[in-house]
């Protein structure tokens, strides 16, 4: 047999040009190079269980459905029959709204509600039409403190707006100006879920009502712009609000969303004897947030930290459930009351229990030694050489005194006299400061009449000259910010002897551990606090142990002082709060807040005057340190407040974790409080620089090209020769340094960078570290520090 031939195509045949794969392999290529191997990255990616596109597109549609039905489980159990009924705090914005007209417009909603009231004074709804519960508190109107505490608890924050009109029939003031000041200051605390109800709109004329609405929405948008005004007149306005407030989205706070927190309902304070001064306070309420432990510490606003005994579960005295059973022994058995069966949830662990030590343990012997060394005392009985007494600033080591020349050492008994100037405190700049004494003030008569002839009994004249002196020294630190005179009967080294001249205030090193207080060894201080407070934060989000929120409890503290009792009893309608604390939350340390000026108050906030803060659950008083709020390693020390600016206030007090919102009073003579500033709490970093800068001018007397003789800035000869290290400088712009001094008056030669004018000035800035004084305190409102507006009065 023949071989068969392959065919070969002929002349005519198409042949198509094989694909080009440019500069890189084809797969087919590298299929047949790599023989089966896996690729190093495939192989990783299997190891770690990362998931392909499709996997990963799956996840992230599992995860919002969760979110979503997370949202929606919350909303369903908000205010229903098993959780704690819903909040509501209710805040009218007049004076003269009458507050019982709209609660009997509530209680009326509906003919099968169960409305029940509180030792406390809040009331109960249970509305079975639309399965929800409400619990009601009303503060009393002018006390800014109540209704304050009563917000930061509440779910939602209603406020009242009534509508009326003047004596003409038009259209009054919405807001009075009790509502003006509360209406702020509940802002820059944190509002939660808000709502805005208007009353009394049928006693307007049909015709105006429209126009009325559409002017309250207006004067409300100012501070609430989205809030849509709500009618409450009649029965079916009430039931309408309460389904609304029941189903609207709420607002998280994030201080109190992090922490167990807990409005009372009954209060009970017991004691095994009549004569001891501590007992027990049992508060019953409804748990709110995170779950609580027993080991840990809570905090009663206005009266401290305290330790928990032991939490109890009664029966929940406001429930739907108990109405029923109530009803249904009534039938049967004739009786109104069952009997209530307390369950112990948890008790306290001594061993675990968190302590109420709020400072450290100073130890006046810590660092020193305490025996010398037998090198020493042989060393202590051969010198004979006489030592030299020398005037140097405190903190001063005996090696930077021997720098000092030994002609500035002073005799034994001389230096008993110098000490004596030495304990001047530092802080008299301000009566040395430039004062404007010559400026004029003049006074504006207000246009409407009012009747003065018992004016000057509300007026106290020495607070006047207090306020007067402050504000004339806001103005010259304005004007000539950290600019002093230099003392004239004094030697400027020894004034002046704490501070020292830095050639840049940004990039030269400050030591932070460098002189420092007392007070620095009774403070707890972080090592990172930013570190501390994401762990501390992470883990209370995801706390599981404890009591779970949601339940009646009853709260045992111990070691509740009767008096503290006796002054809660003497304010009954202002609530009390409880919250939980997170870890290292009652030790003192510096805490650093960020404050603006608020309010329409034009008096300056001077530096170390004590202030009223409200630092999320907390409120004490203080005397805290201002600087400027930037972001160097170092710190302007700042004099006052001054208006529309934002500062950096340094204090002693418990610490505290940000977000949180800081709000600052100050107390009048008469007792009133005055929303001063708003802020939030910025760390608590105990290494923070407040450097405290003071300006000595001098003026040109002689100049010569780039040389020119100064004076003015000093009166000795010595504080020339003291001060020769530090750069001056002059405010257009030059720069130097002294080379000589010139006779005995102050007068000295110096040097410049260039061509001095005759009428620059010439200025040498000096620098000291300052520290806030321990001045905190918790702040209890009395009955005089309610707001009392001068209209009342």
Same mark, same amino acid.
């Given at each position: 047999?023949?071989?068969h031939?392959?065919?070969?195509?002929?002349?005519?045949?198409?042949?198509?040009?094989?694909?080009?794969?440019?500069?890189?392999?084809?797969?087919?290529?590298?299929?047949?190079?790599?023989?089966?191997?896996v690729?190093?990255?495939?192989?990783?990616?299997?190891?770690?269980?990362?998931?392909?596109?499709?996997?990963?597109r799956?996840?992230?549609?599992?995860?919002?459905?969760?979110?979503?039905?997370?949202?929606?489980?919350?909303?369903?159990?908000?205010?229903?029959?098993q959780?704690?009924?819903?909040?509501?705090?209710?805040?009218p914005?007049?004076?003269?709204?009458d507050?019982?007209?709209?609660?009997?417009?509530?209680?009326?909603?509906?003919?099968?509600?169960?409305?029940?009231f509180?030792?406390?004074?809040?009331?109960?709804?249970?509305?079975?039409?639309?399965?929800?519960?409400?619990?009601?508190?009303?503060p009393p109107?002018?006390?800014?403190?109540?209704?304050?505490?009563?917000a930061?608890?509440?779910?939602?924050?209603m406020?009242?707006?009534?509508?009326?009109?003047?004596?003409e029939?038009?259209?009054s003031?919405?807001?009075?100006?009790?509502g003006?000041?509360?209406l702020?200051?509940?802002l820059?605390?944190g509002?939660?879920?808000?709502?805005?109800?208007?009353?009394?709109l049928?006693?307007?004329?049909?015709?105006?009502?429209q126009?009325?609405k559409?002017?309250?929405?207006?004067e409300?948008?100012?501070?609430?712009p989205?809030?849509?005004?709500?009618?409450?007149?009649?029965?079916?306005?009430?039931?309408?609000?309460?389904?609304?407030?029941?189903?609207?989205?709420?607002?998280?706070?994030?201080?109190?969303?992090?922490? %167990?927190?807990?409005?009372?309902?009954?209060?009970?304070y017991?004691?095994?004897?009549?004569?001891?001064?501590?007992g027990?306070?049992e508060?019953?309420?409804?748990l709110?947030?995170?779950?609580?432990?027993?080991?840990?510490?809570?905090h009663?606003?206005?009266?401290?930290?305290?330790?928990?005994?032991?939490?109890?579960?009664?029966?929940?005295?406001?429930?739907?459930?108990?109405?029923?059973?109530?009803s249904?022994s009534?039938?049967?058995?004739n009786?109104?009351?069952?009997?209530?069966v307390t369950?112990?949830?948890?008790e306290?662990?001594?061993?675990?229990?968190?302590?109420?030590?709020?400072?450290n343990?100073?130890?006046p012997?810590?660092?020193?030694?305490?025996?010398?060394?037998?090198?020493?005392?042989?060393?202590?009985?051969?010198?004979?050489?006489?030592?030299?007494?020398?005037?140097?600033?405190k903190?001063?080591?005996?090696?930077?005194?021997?720098?000092? *020349?030994?002609?500035?050492?002073?005799?034994?008994?001389d230096l008993s006299?110098?000490?004596?100037?030495?304990?001047?405190?530092?802080?008299?700049?301000?009566?040395?400061?430039?004062?404007s004494?010559?400026?004029?003030?003049?006074?504006?008569?207000?246009n409407?009449?009012?009747?003065?002839d018992?004016?000057?009994?509300?007026?106290?004249?020495?607070?006047?000259i207090?306020?007067?002196?402050?504000?004339?020294e806001a103005?010259?630190?304005?004007e000539?910010?950290?600019?002093?005179d230099? *003392?004239?009967?004094?030697?400027?080294?020894?004034?002046?002897?704490?501070?020292?001249?830095l050639?840049?205030?940004?990039?030269t090193p400050?030591?932070?551990?460098?002189?420092?207080?007392?007070?620095?060894?009774?403070?707890?201080?972080?090592?990172?606090?930013e570190?501390t407070?994401?762990?501390?934060?992470?883990?209370?989000?995801?706390?599981?142990?404890?009591?779970? *929120?949601?339940?009646?409890?009853?709260?045992?503290? @111990?070691?509740?002082?009767?008096?503290?009792?006796?002054?809660?009893?003497?304010?009954?309608?202002? *609530?009390?709060i409880?919250?939980g604390?997170?870890?290292?939350?009652?030790?003192i340390?510096?805490?650093n807040?960020?404050?603006?000026r608020?309010?329409?108050?034009?008096i %300056?906030?001077?530096?170390k005057?004590r202030?009223?803060?409200?630092?999320?659950?907390?409120?004490?008083?203080?005397c805290?340190i201002?600087s400027?709020?930037?972001?160097?390693?170092?710190?302007?020390?700042?004099r006052?407040?001054?208006?529309?600016?934002?500062?950096?206030?340094?204090?002693?007090?418990?610490?505290?974790?940000?977000?949180?919102?800081?709000?600052?009073?100050?107390q009048?003579?008469?007792?009133t409080?005055?929303?001063?500033?708003?802020?939030?709490?910025?760390?608590?970093?105990?290494?923070?620089?407040?450097? @405290?800068?003071v300006?000595?001018?001098?003026?040109?007397?002689?100049?010569h090209?780039?040389?020119?003789?100064?004076?003015?800035?000093?009166?000795?000869?010595?504080?020339?020769?003291?001060?020769k290290?530090?750069?001056v400088?002059?405010?257009?712009g030059?720069?130097g340094?002294?080379?000589?001094?010139?006779?005995?008056?102050?007068?000295?030669?110096?040097?410049?960078?260039g061509?001095l004018?005759?009428?620059?000035?010439?200025?040498? @800035?000096?620098?000291?570290?300052?520290?806030?004084?321990?001045?905190?305190e918790?702040?209890?409102?009395?009955?005089s520090?309610?707001?009392?507006?001068?209209?009342?009065?």
């Amino acid at each position: 047999m023949s071989k068969h031939n392959a065919h070969r195509p002929g002349a005519f045949k198409q042949v198509n040009k094989t694909h080009k794969t440019g500069r890189h392999r084809s797969k087919g290529a590298i299929s047949n190079e790599v023989k089966g191997k896996v690729n190093v990255k495939t192989l990783s990616k299997r190891i770690k269980g990362e998931l392909g596109r499709e996997a990963r597109r799956h996840q992230a549609q599992q995860i919002r459905q969760n979110k979503r039905d997370e949202v929606l489980k919350a909303k369903r159990g908000f205010g229903c029959v098993q959780a704690p009924p819903i909040l509501v705090t209710l805040i009218p914005l007049q004076k003269e709204l009458d507050t019982n007209n709209v609660v009997s417009i509530f209680k009326n909603v509906d003919e099968s509600a169960n409305i029940s009231f509180s030792p406390c004074g809040s009331i109960h709804l249970g509305i079975s039409r639309i399965k929800r519960r409400f619990s009601l508190i009303i503060p009393p109107v002018g006390d800014v403190i109540s209704t304050l505490d009563a917000a930061k608890v509440s779910d939602t924050v209603m406020f009242l707006v009534s509508a009326k009109t003047n004596n003409e029939g038009d259209i009054s003031k919405v807001v009075d100006s009790w509502g003006q000041n509360i209406l702020p200051t509940v802002l820059a605390q944190g509002l939660p879920a808000a709502a805005v109800a208007l009353t009394n709109l049928e006693n307007i004329p049909i015709k105006k009502r429209q126009k009325h609405k559409q002017f309250v929405e207006n004067e409300i948008s100012k501070w609430l712009p989205d809030e849509k005004i709500l009618l409450l007149d009649n029965n079916m306005d009430g039931l309408n609000i309460l389904r609304r407030i029941g189903s609207q989205k709420q607002k998280k706070i994030f201080y109190r969303s992090r922490r %167990p927190y807990l409005i009372a309902e009954t209060i009970k304070y017991t004691s095994q004897n009549s004569d001891d001064n501590n007992g027990t306070l049992e508060v019953s309420g409804y748990l709110r947030g995170q779950p609580l432990s027993a080991n840990e510490l809570i905090h009663l606003t206005g009266f401290g930290d305290f330790q928990i005994s032991r939490i109890d579960a009664p029966e929940d005295p406001y429930s739907l459930e108990k109405e029923r059973k109530k009803s249904k022994s009534s039938v049967e058995n004739n009786t109104m009351d069952c009997e209530t069966v307390t369950k112990i949830l948890e008790e306290a662990d001594a061993s675990k229990q968190e302590s109420l030590q709020a400072e450290n343990i100073l130890d006046p012997m810590d660092a020193e030694q305490t025996w010398p060394t037998e090198d020493e005392l042989i060393e202590a009985e051969n010198s004979t050489t006489q030592k030299l007494v020398k005037v140097v600033p405190k903190g001063t080591s005996v090696y930077q005194a021997a720098w000092i *020349p030994d002609e500035d050492a002073e005799n034994i008994d001389d230096l008993s006299e110098s000490e004596d100037e030495m304990s001047v405190e530092d802080d008299i700049d301000s009566d040395n400061e430039h004062k404007s004494d010559d400026e004029e003030y003049e006074s504006v008569a207000l246009n409407a009449p009012f009747n003065d002839d018992h004016y000057d009994e509300d007026i106290d004249i020495l607070e006047e000259i207090k306020e007067l002196k402050k504000i004339k020294e806001a103005k010259a630190d304005k004007e000539f910010p950290d600019e002093l005179d230099t *003392p004239q009967n004094m030697l400027a080294k020894l004034r002046f002897q704490k501070y020292r001249g830095l050639e840049s205030f940004r990039t030269t090193p400050w030591d932070v551990k460098e002189n420092l207080p007392r007070d620095y060894a009774r403070i707890f201080q972080f090592e990172n606090f930013e570190r501390t407070r994401k762990r501390i934060l992470k883990n209370a989000e995801n706390k599981e142990d404890g009591v779970s *929120p949601g339940s009646y409890i009853t709260i045992h503290v @111990k070691n509740f002082s009767k008096q503290m009792f006796e002054m809660y009893c003497s304010t009954q309608n202002r *609530p009390l709060i409880i919250f939980g604390l997170l870890p290292h939350e009652q030790k003192i340390s510096l805490v650093n807040v960020v404050l603006k000026r608020a309010g329409e108050s034009l008096i %300056p906030i001077k530096s170390k005057e004590r202030l009223i803060f409200q630092c999320g659950f907390r409120r004490f008083s203080n005397c805290p340190i201002f600087s400027q709020h930037t972001n160097g390693n170092k710190h302007k020390y700042e004099r006052f407040i001054q208006p529309e600016s934002t500062v950096a206030a340094s204090m002693y007090a418990p610490i505290m974790y940000s977000p949180c919102p800081v709000l600052c009073f100050r107390q009048k003579a008469s007792g009133t409080l005055d929303l001063v500033a708003t802020g939030s709490v910025l760390s608590a970093n105990a290494d923070r620089l407040v450097v @405290k800068r003071v300006i000595l001018s001098g003026h040109p007397f002689k100049v010569h090209k780039r040389s020119a003789v100064i004076r003015f800035m000093f009166f000795n000869r010595e504080d020339i020769n003291w001060f020769k290290p530090v750069q001056v400088v002059t405010k257009f712009g030059r720069r130097g340094h002294i080379k000589e001094p010139l006779g005995t008056h102050g007068h000295m030669k110096c040097h410049f960078d260039g061509q001095l004018k005759s009428q620059d000035t010439v200025l040498m @800035k000096l620098y000291k570290r300052v520290f806030p004084k321990w001045k905190y305190e918790t702040y209890f409102p009395t009955i005089s520090s309610n707001f009392i507006d001068e209209e009342m009065k």
